[in-house]
């Protein structure tokens, strides 16, 4: 009987020891934002470990379905533990306590944790804990504009696409500037489509303007926008020539 309240005592002490090391993490997650297939950096700030050498301490990160990143265990890189989607993909500061994550990609979005550990006479206890909430963004390509017409009573029919971003655009819309300095704004549904493997956004619209009356050209500019960034085409130019049989037609210079 004393044996079993020895251990009872043993794993309520070490219960303790582990709430009150979780009270000394990071209360709010900090937030970094890399692009696609460049390097995310995650900190682990030592606050309760800035005297101590990293020939001391246990520091490892893991993800939100906590596989292991990368250990630093007692001054030495550690890679029993690390899972196989992440081998050969980091790089550790030692100085700045900071682990680099290379290629980023889109399923790498998520929470990340380090912890630093202490090796003590009942066992290692976790000093602290720096959480990291990791965004993934990606340009989109230039917007381009296809022009497809029939007559000036048709009007102008084009196309403006983009491809391989993220987050998914908020919107994508034309602007159609006369030779009057005389400006509209057109939009329609977007298309919007997921690579499977990438998960990058392409996206386009089509639009039917009609042309301006008593304006033989115009100046069409489409935009993209997203939750991160603004682009846009360049100009294009699209004129009106009158055919020898007095017809019109559209074109694009």
Known sequence: MYVLKTCAACTMVLGLLFVTAFVLSDAAAMKKQAYFNRTAYLPCHPTKAQNMSLSELVVFWQDQKKSVLYEHYFGREKLDSVNAKYLNRTSFDGENWTLGLHNVQIKDM???????????????????????????????????????????????????????????????????????????????????????VTELFSVSINLSIPFPDDVWSVTAVCVLET???????????????????????????
């Open 110 to 196: 998520g929470l990340y944790d380090c912890f630093i550990q202490k090796k003590t006479p009942k066992g290692s206890v976790i000093l602290q804990q720096t959480n990291t909430e990791l965004s993934v963004i990606a340009n989109f390509s230039e917007p381009q504009i296809e022009v497809q017409y029939k007559d000036r009573n048709s009007g102008i029919n084009l196309t403006c696409s983009s491809k391989q971003g993220f987050p998914k655009p908020t919107r994508m819309y034309v602007w159609i500037m006369n030779s009057t300095n005389s400006t509209s704004e057109y939009s329609d549904d977007m298309l919007i489509s997921q690579d499977n």
């Open 227 to 253: 939750e991160s960034m603004t682009t846009s085409s360049t100009p294009q130019n699209i004129v009106i020539i009158m055919e020898s049989e007095g017809s019109d037609r559209l074109e694009k210079e």
